[in-house]
């Protein structure tokens, strides 16, 4: 019967360190980027000043700033969208709440007024009598709510 062994510490170790730290030499050069600057710099190379920038950074750090100032712009326009998307749900909630509101309570008053006309009420006695129900027992307003 034959078994597998693991080989992969023997082989993580075979690995030449030499060609490691060449390839890790090579790879914190940098590669160019937007404008040419190299994504590690090396040392030595610290600009203090707009001035002291080589026009391929300056030019970099411009289209940061556009960058930037699209971001500002773009997230200025959602932010006005979303207030207006919430001005229309909180409008269209009301419409709707108004419109439930005033059927619930025309089925109400509709109710009442028969139940009053069958207990012998005139149509005029009944209709009060369903209107002062509907008053103090139906759905009201939003703005009457008191919250």
Avoid at 5 to 12: D, F, L
Avoid at 16 to 38: I, K, R
Avoid at 50 to 67: C, I, R
Avoid at 71 to 89: D, F, H, N, T
Wanted: proline share 3%.
């Amino acid at each position: 019967m034959t078994y597998f062994t693991n080989n992969a510490p023997a082989q993580a170790s075979s690995v030449n360190s030499q060609g490691l730290a060449n390839l890790t030499a090579a790879f914190n050069q940098g590669t160019p980027g937007l404008g040419g600057s190299t994504a590690i710099p090396s040392a030595g190379y610290n600009p203090q000043s707009w001035s002291e920038m080589n026009f391929s950074d300056q030019l970099g750090t411009g289209l940061s700033a556009l960058q930037t100032l699209g971001s500002l712009y773009l997230g200025s326009q959602q932010l006005k969208l979303g207030r207006k998307s919430l001005a229309e749900q909180i409008r269209s909630f009301n419409a709707n709440y108004d419109a439930q509101r005033q059927l619930a309570n025309a089925t109400m008053f509709d109710k009442q007024q028969r139940m009053n006309r069958e207990l012998g009420g005139s149509y005029n006695q009944a209709s009060d009598r369903a209107q002062q129900y509907v008053d103090t027992r139906g759905i009201k307003e939003l703005s009457n709510l008191g919250g």
